[in-house]
């Protein structure tokens, strides 16, 4: 069935420094990949997502990296800072209407001050 | 629009109680999906449906677990009979027609003694 998995579960960095957060995808017919970031006690919140039309989208710290055809997306983070510490879900999905959003297991980020 | 709205927020409750999780979805959405969270399991899928009806109940863990959608607007996840195993994090999600976005409720911190 359709599948997404997530790499690494727990990740520890020194502030400043960049985080990379890696996805894979069961369904080539997958083609919208959001991230959602949830702090503690908090509800997951969308922080970036691209389409398959697209390979790369950045916007501020934050970038996704998209490959089609390895069926890979990825989450980078750059210049840390102790407040992206939370856990971060991607997620896959073929679309509205009927279609459903399968997330991965989340990676826990740390960010040392 | 005051988002997705989930009650209770907490809910503690003994074995063998019934239990009702509720949502109403963001005004104009017409998907709506119930997660579950736990540290070992993460983010999942539940249920899920579309224009009032179910599509995929396939993650309904056993018979004890039941979903409706009375109107357009709301739904309720019950438990019957519960069991200390359920005790976990519920969040439901709502989903427009035009964007794949996924609005996320707080979610209902739910213990079964």
């Known amino acids: 069935g359709e599948n997404v998995e997530q790499h690494p579960s727990t990740l520890s960095v020194q502030e400043g420094d960049s985080a990379v957060i890696k996805c894979t995808y069961s369904?080539?017919?997958?083609?919208?990949f959001p991230w959602y970031k949830q702090e503690l006690g908090k509800r997951p919140q969308l922080i970036i997502d691209?389409?398959?039309?697209?390979g790369e989208k950045k916007d501020q710290r934050i970038a996704v990296t998209l490959n089609k055809t390895a069926k890979h997306f990825s989450l980078h983070i750059t210049e840390t800072q102790p407040e992206d510490s939370a856990v971060y879900f991607c997620?896959?999905?073929?679309?509205?209407?009927?279609?459903?959003?399968?997330f991965g297991a989340g990676t826990r980020l740390f960010v040392k001050a | 629009d005051a988002g997705v709205i989930q009650s209770p927020r907490h809910e503690v409750t003994e074995m063998g109680q019934e239990v009702t999780l509720r949502c109403k979805l963001i005004s104009g959405h017409n998907s709506l999906f119930w997660y579950r969270q736990t540290m070992m399991r993460g983010l999942e899928l539940l249920i899920y449906f579309n224009n009032n009806v179910p599509i995929d109940d396939s993650g309904m863990p056993e018979d004890r677990f039941s979903a409706k959608m009375p109107n357009a607007s709301f739904s309720t996840l019950k438990i019957q009979p519960s069991e200390p195993r359920d005790s976990a994090v519920y969040f439901c999600?709502?989903?427009?027609?035009?964007?794949?976005?996924?609005?996320f409720g707080s979610g209902t911190q739910l213990s079964v003694l």
């Open positions: 369904d080539s017919a997958s083609n919208y």
């Open positions: 691209i389409r398959s039309n697209v």
């Open positions: 997620a896959a999905s073929k679309g509205t209407g009927g279609f459903k959003t399968i």
């Open positions: 999600a709502s989903r427009g027609t035009v964007n794949e976005k996924l609005f």
